[in-house]
């Protein structure tokens, strides 16, 4: 099993709601990252978790709040957002360390993600 | 500053031709490098990945090259296919592994 499943598909949004999106892997990955996209461009990194902990955060807006309940799952909840917020939100996740071979990042099918 | 800049930035082909995709990049020090393939909508999937002792990598009718000493990369698609038709996206590794820096991304249109 080399998926990384993301959910919910797509999500509407208002500027005042609070929402989370969730992110499940059963490869044994200690890694997971969050990523944005918007339309034409790279994903821009968000957030890197590795043996449940926070590692890296780039500088990301505090309406942006990430979890790690567990190796297999991980939470963006989401407050207050802008519309400027709306993109693609993409879960990956690898095996941690700098061996090559264990460093390839699986991503989901992302969350589109609309706040009007 | 570590970037990763690709051309085209969009391509249209007939099927059945083949294309090459270019990759410069300034990531230093060198980890590896990945080619991925995006879909509309979806997430990245990995096509390739290149250490930088390997010249050359195929994966089906995509083959991958590198040269280190210019810091390029290219992605040479074969016979293309209308199911061909996405973004792909070089992206480099250098540095702390878990950190990625993603190309522009080049949009191939594969038409009949």
């Known amino acids: 099993d080399t998926e990384v499943t993301q959910t919910p598909k797509h999500l509407v949004m208002g500027m005042t709601n609070k929402k989370s999106l969730k992110c499940e892997q059963h490869?044994?990955?200690?890694?997971m990252y969050w990523y944005k996209q918007k339309a034409k461009k790279p994903p821009e990194l968000m957030f890197v978790y590795s043996y449940e902990k926070l590692s890296i955060n780039e500088s990301v807006p505090s309406r942006f709040s990430p979890e790690c309940p567990n190796s297999s799952l991980l939470n963006l909840h989401l407050h207050a957002l802008q519309p400027e917020d709306s993109a693609l939100y993409l879960c990956a996740s690898s095996q941690p360390g700098h061996r090559v071979s264990k460093n390839i990042q699986y991503f989901g099918a992302g969350t589109r993600l609309s706040v009007l | 500053k570590n970037q990763v800049e690709q051309s085209p930035q969009s391509l249209i082909i007939l099927e059945g031709k083949n294309c090459t995709l270019q990759?410069?990049?300034?990531?230093?020090?060198?980890?590896?490098l990945r080619w991925y393939k995006q879909d509309t909508g979806r997430g990245p999937v990995s096509l390739t990945i290149?250490?930088?002792?390997?010249n050359t990598k195929s994966n089906g009718r995509y083959t991958a090259t590198l040269d280190a000493d210019t810091k390029q990369s290219s992605l040479h698609i074969t016979a293309s296919q209308l199911s061909d038709s996405a973004s792909y996206i070089c992206v480099v590794i250098g540095g702390t592994a878990s950190k990625l820096t993603f190309g522009t991304g080049t949009r191939l249109q594969v038409t009949l």
């Open positions: 490869m044994g990955h200690r890694a």
């Open positions: 290149m250490t930088f002792s390997e």
């Open positions: 990759c410069n990049y300034t990531v230093s020090p060198f980890s590896n």
